[in-house]
């Protein structure tokens, strides 16, 4: 099978988010798989002086086509009006247009395949704020649409969101296949080698906000420092809301560490003592998952993808319960002093992380795409 894959570099660069982890695994890995020709559609403006992508993006060693000067304008100009078509520049015999992001550039000639990660912009409780953030998720709904009419395929990382987008935006359920995510190299290399577990130090990811339970985390945090327990709070990443944000300014037990690189972030959840990941909506939700290959219990969210992706490996709570911290809080104590306990739910989670290999993923991209063929 000849696959001809339209990556948008921005994303993919390191360090990158979600989407960008998704696009670069899944590539490399049917790379690696060595049963089909895949060659990368990019930009002029994405590529250096040798025509490769740039030293930090993990798919420089892929075979490149520069099928357009700018990247970003075609994205544009795509999602605006359906053009351009990239005909003239895939290679002969391209049995595929696949796109590991939501992004869809029409073709005559071959059929197209799109990811959706996740049916948030037709959630009717996640709406946008404000009138300029309305309307430019009015604008990408209409264009997600208008990419799922063309498209012959489209991927999705989850159960859960496949069942969001078939509900939400009336797919066929037989259009939709949900391919999953897998684990970073970086992750599995350090889930092989040991860690000194620092038994007072709960991670949060995702920063304080409230579509990621920052609320909860503050309450979980304030429920500890009046039980006047040792139990220190690293919430990493964000942007965080400004509210949340001056709350947690008056919690000597919870540290807002910001961004950090992938190699540090490893380490601060390989030693903690749990993470928490009170997330209120997640397509897949990776970070229980990593935590899990790290041999951290988890303390996450009963919402959305997460119950079905931790397949029971995990202690779940109710984010909007007046009990939540309560909740969250007597879990931080049993895996304090219940060794059996947490050796249980550690041993649970390597089994759950261990399923999640992105050439499981790439598999199912291949078998997906020849079925359809």
């Given at each position: 099978?000849?696959l001809?894959a ?8 390191l ?51 520069c ?5 970003r ?6 999602k ?11 290679p002969?015999g ?40 309305h309307?430019?998720d009015a604008?990408m709904?209409s ?61 949060v990811?995702?920063?304080l ?8 985390t503050?309450?979980?945090a ?55 990941f ?47 911290a309560?909740?969250?809080?007597a ?17 649970r ?9 992105w ?15």
């Amino acid at each position: 099978m000849r696959l001809a894959a339209f990556v948008d570099t921005r994303r993919t660069l390191l360090p990158c988010t979600g989407v960008g982890r998704h696009t670069n695994g899944v590539l490399l890995a049917l790379a690696a798989l060595g049963k089909d020709h895949l060659t990368l559609l990019t930009g002029a403006d994405q590529t250096e002086s040798d025509g490769r992508l740039p030293q930090n993006a993990p798919l420089r060693a892929l075979p490149a086509v520069c099928a357009m000067r700018s990247a970003r304008r075609t994205e544009q100009w795509a999602k605006v009006s359906g053009l351009p078509l990239l005909d003239h520049a895939l290679p002969a015999g391209t049995d595929w247009i696949y796109s590991p992001h939501d992004i869809l550039i029409a073709s005559r000639k071959a059929p197209v395949a799109i990811t959706f990660h996740d049916a948030r912009l037709f959630e009717p409780d996640l709406s946008a704020r404000g009138a300029k953030a309305h309307a430019r998720d009015a604008f990408m709904r209409s264009w997600m649409r208008r990419a799922a009419d063309k498209a012959r395929i489209i991927f999705t990382v989850s159960d859960f969101s496949k069942a969001r987008l078939v509900a939400l935006m009336g797919l066929d359920p037989d259009k939709v296949v949900a391919v999953g995510n897998g684990l970073e190299p970086h992750v599995i290399a350090r889930a092989a080698a040991p860690a000194a577990r620092q038994a007072d130090t709960v991670i949060v990811l995702g920063g304080l906000r409230r579509l990621k339970g920052g609320d909860v985390t503050l309450a979980v945090a304030e429920r500890l420092l009046a039980d006047g327990a040792a139990t220190h709070i690293v919430s990493i990443g964000g942007p965080d809301d400004p509210e949340l944000a001056a709350r947690a300014a008056g919690l000597p037990n919870l540290t807002r560490a910001g961004f950090l690189s992938d190699s540090d972030l490893v380490e601060a959840m390989a030693g903690a003592v749990a993470l928490l990941f009170p997330s209120r909506y997640e397509g897949f939700g990776m970070p229980p998952i990593e935590a899990m290959a790290l041999g951290i219990p988890v303390i996450a969210a009963d919402r959305a993808s997460l119950p079905q992706i931790v397949e029971g490996a995990a202690i779940l709570i109710d984010p909007d319960s007046k009990n939540a911290a309560e909740q969250a809080v007597a879990a931080l104590h049993r895996l304090r002093y219940d060794e059996t306990w947490r050796a249980d739910l550690v041993a649970r989670g390597y089994r759950v992380a261990r399923q999640h290999t992105w050439e499981c993923v790439a598999e199912r991209v291949r078998t997906a795409l020849l079925a359809a063929s």
